[in-house]
């Protein structure tokens, strides 16, 4: 589709729209326009834009075509970060919120191409999202940027040293304190990660092996989870008593002369509830239908 010029532009448009500052093209497809052309064509829609009451069709139809017939601009700044991973329309849908903020908030009293201003906005925009979406588990805000300055003043404090900076060298040089410097160098690590299904050498007699493979080990206590899951509507059956001794012997760890003291019986009394209330607790475990 052949791009349209500003001539094109004007001649070839459904009609006008009247504002208070005179009329100005009613443009079909904005899109189409030329970026060299869409210079010419964005002072005269933002010197309107400037005269309208917000929030007016005329000042819609303005905004809108400003917009687009501005988008060349987001596509071009997107084609720079082609190469992150996410696709280049989700890139323009983040800068064209970047052109939209500029477009609200340029002033064409300032005498400078719109080009110029607005570009900063996309860039800037487009980067923010990756530095919000790009780290593989969420830190806040802060230690993004902190990271941001921990690897520019490492490379420079690296050349200037010819060896890896201290972490008291790092603070003085960008005035924080070691344990922020520390918190910034762990926040770094969250930026990337591996995924646990990523293949890993092997030794040669197990062959290739995925990472999960390689990192923790099983736990023993997770089998006692069912067995607590179990005993949760057993033990809540017992009397207060008994209740409180289980707690006390297993929960706090007290010796049976503990309890015994505790409680105000003796200690031979103890070891026969105790043993008493276990045996309770093993027949209900054993009881068909508990789980």
Same mark, same amino acid.
């Given at each position: 589709?052949?791009?349209?010029?500003?001539?094109?532009?004007?001649?070839?448009?459904?009609?006008?729209?009247?504002?208070?500052?005179? %009329?100005?093209?009613?443009?079909?497809?904005?899109? *189409?326009? *030329?970026?060299?052309?869409?210079?010419?064509?964005?002072?005269?829609?933002?010197?309107?834009?400037?005269?309208?009451?917000?929030?007016?069709?005329?000042?819609?139809?303005?905004?809108?075509?400003?917009?687009?017939?501005?988008?060349?601009?987001?596509?071009? /700044?997107?084609?720079?970060?082609?190469?992150?991973?996410?696709?280049?329309?989700?890139?323009?849908?983040?800068?064209?919120?970047?052109?939209?903020?500029?477009?609200?908030?340029?002033?064409?009293?300032?005498?400078?191409?719109?080009?110029?201003?607005? &570009?900063?906005?996309?860039?800037?925009?487009?980067? *923010?999202?990756?530095?919000?979406?790009?780290?593989?588990?969420?830190?806040?805000?802060?230690?993004?940027?902190?990271?941001?300055?921990?690897?520019? /003043?490492?490379?420079?404090?690296?050349?200037?040293?010819?060896?890896?900076?201290?972490?008291?060298?790092?603070?003085?040089?960008?005035?924080?304190?070691?344990?922020?410097?520390?918190?910034?160098?762990?926040? /770094?690590?969250?930026?990337?990660? %591996?995924?646990?299904? %990523?293949?890993?050498?092997?030794?040669?007699?197990?062959?290739?092996?995925?990472? /999960?493979?390689?990192?923790?080990?099983?736990?023993?206590?997770?089998?006692?989870?069912?067995?607590?899951?179990?005993?949760?509507?057993?033990?809540?059956?017992?009397?207060?008593?008994?209740? *409180?001794?289980?707690?006390?012997?297993?929960?706090?760890?007290?010796?049976? %002369?503990?309890?015994?003291?505790?409680?105000? &019986?003796?200690?031979?009394?103890?070891?026969?509830?105790?043993?008493?209330?276990?045996?309770?607790?093993?027949?209900?475990?054993?009881?068909?239908?508990?789980?």
């Amino acid at each position: 589709m052949a791009a349209v010029t500003v001539a094109q532009a004007t001649a070839t448009a459904r009609g006008t729209v009247t504002t208070g500052g005179g %009329a100005l093209p009613l443009i079909d497809e904005p899109t *189409r326009v *030329r970026p060299q052309d869409a210079r010419e064509l964005s002072r005269r829609f933002f010197g309107r834009l400037a005269m309208l009451e917000e929030g007016t069709p005329e000042y819609q139809y303005v905004r809108n075509t400003l917009i687009e017939m501005n988008l060349s601009l987001v596509r071009y /700044a997107a084609s720079r970060f082609r190469t992150r991973g996410d696709s280049l329309e989700d890139i323009v849908q983040v800068g064209t919120i970047g052109l939209i903020k500029a477009i609200d908030r340029f002033e064409i009293s300032r005498e400078v191409e719109f080009t110029t201003f607005a &570009v900063p906005y996309i860039v800037g925009e487009i980067k *923010r999202f990756f530095r919000d979406t790009s780290w593989a588990v969420h830190v806040p805000r802060r230690l993004q940027e902190a990271r941001v300055e921990l690897a520019k /003043a490492t490379e420079e404090l690296s050349s200037r040293l010819g060896r890896t900076p201290t972490t008291r060298e790092l603070s003085e040089l960008m005035s924080l304190s070691e344990e922020d410097v520390i918190e910034a160098r762990k926040a /770094a690590n969250c930026y990337q990660s %591996a995924s646990l299904d %990523a293949a890993v050498s092997g030794d040669g007699e197990n062959g290739e092996s995925v990472l /999960a493979d390689l990192l923790g080990e099983e736990d023993p206590a997770l089998e006692l989870v069912e067995d607590f899951h179990s005993l949760a509507p057993l033990i809540a059956g017992l009397d207060d008593r008994e209740r *409180r001794i289980i707690h006390l012997r297993f929960v706090e760890e007290l010796t049976q %002369a503990q309890i015994a003291e505790r409680i105000g &019986v003796s200690q031979m009394h103890v070891s026969r509830l105790i043993s008493r209330i276990i045996k309770q607790l093993r027949a209900g475990l054993l009881e068909p239908g508990v789980a």
